[in-house]
């Protein structure tokens, strides 16, 4: 038991020694951070607009059964990267309001 608590007790110190350690040692501002993220979200948003872009125009050449059911999965795809690209938006307007 006393193991169990010497443990958890050396687990918590470490924990919070290097979470002080990070945040003193943290090379950057949050706002330097946020606008960085913002930058690499508005990236990913803008590759990730043309690749759906790109699926969706070439899903169109449709000629036998292979090519029926990979129009299914390029649907499916499409669906799942739009999912993305609304999750980012989300997370993208949730940064500028804690900029604003």
Do not use: C, W
């Not at 010497?6 to 350690?21: A, E, N, Q, T």
């Amino acid at each position: 038991m006393k193991k169990e608590f010497r443990s958890l007790g050396l687990l918590f110190l470490g924990l919070s020694l290097g979470g002080v350690i990070g945040v003193l040692a943290a090379p950057t501002k949050g706002l330097a951070v946020r606008h960085t993220l913002m930058y690499s979200l508005k990236l990913y948003q803008k590759k990730l607009r043309a690749f759906i872009a790109k699926l969706t125009s070439n899903k169109n050449n449709v000629g036998n059964y292979a090519k029926d059911l990979g129009k299914v999965v390029i649907t499916d795809m499409v669906h799942a990267a739009e999912k993305i690209l609304k999750e980012l938006d989300d997370l993208s307007r949730q940064l500028e309001e804690k900029e604003g």
